[in-house]
T-cell receptor
């Protein structure tokens, strides 16, 4: 069965600090997809990134970067020079290619608070 | 439409009443998903449609929950005899065929409060 663990329930940082959100996953599939979503106070889930299990290249998009390590089953997300607008709940999610019904299994989320 | 539309955005109902929640996916998206977000339970998968059929209903918590999709478009999630534990935000997502390949787009959700 697939499982996603986000051990950090809440993180508070001061603006301009770097912050890393941890995500550890479990799956028996060799082909799977990992996602990060942002949920601002408005409630809508905003897509940030998708990686497949065969692509372990790290990715950078502006202030956001992702570190995918199959050896440790982790897909961590770093925000560089955080801003108040980054305050939100961030969810990591996993979708297996087979047997999972194409559904997403979410972690419990990490509440990020960025203060001035 | 431009995005996934859910209605109503908020619903307050009395315990024991039936409710219907509606999801209008992005035009052309064949896959549609329902999730529930509640305090203490996080985001839980409920049901997945491909076209009008539901290959995976494994997340529906009880037989009081049902969903249908007609015309490969709009979906309705029905909760019969609502209970207080049904209070949650119900999120709908759609994708072009396979969400894991093409990405999932989520609606803003329906906040259901059972009093």
């Amino acid at each position: 069965a697939q499982k996603v663990t986000q051990a950090q329930t809440e993180i508070s940082v001061v603006e301009k600090e770097d912050v890393t959100l941890d995500c550890v996953y479990e799956t028996r599939d060799t082909t799977y997809y990992l996602f990060w979503y942002k949920q601002p106070p408005s409630g809508e889930l905003v897509f940030l990134i998708r990686r497949n299990s065969f692509d372990e290249q790290n990715e950078i998009s502006g202030r956001y970067s992702w570190n995918f390590q199959k050896s440790t089953s982790s897909f961590n997300f770093t925000i560089t020079a955080s801003q108040v607008v980054d305050s939100a709940v961030y969810f990591c999610a996993l979708s297996e290619a087979s047997g999972g019904g194409n559904k997403l299994t979410f972690g419990t989320g990490t509440q990020l608070k960025v203060e001035l | 439409g431009a995005g996934v539309s859910q209605s109503p955005s908020n619903k307050v109902t009395e315990k024991g009443k039936d409710v219907e929640l509606r999801c209008d996916p992005i035009s052309g998206h064949t896959a549609l998903y329902w999730y529930r977000q509640s305090l203490g339970q996080g985001l839980e998968f409920l049901i997945y449609f491909q076209g009008n059929s539901a290959p995976d209903k494994s997340g529906l918590p009880s037989d009081r929950f049902s969903a249908e999709r007609t015309g490969g478009s709009v979906s309705t999630l029905t909760i019969q005899r609502t209970q207080q534990e049904d209070s949650a935000v119900y999120l709908c997502a759609s994708s072009l065929v396979l969400g894991q390949v093409y990405g999932y787009t989520f609606g803003s959700g329906t906040r259901l409060t059972v009093v």
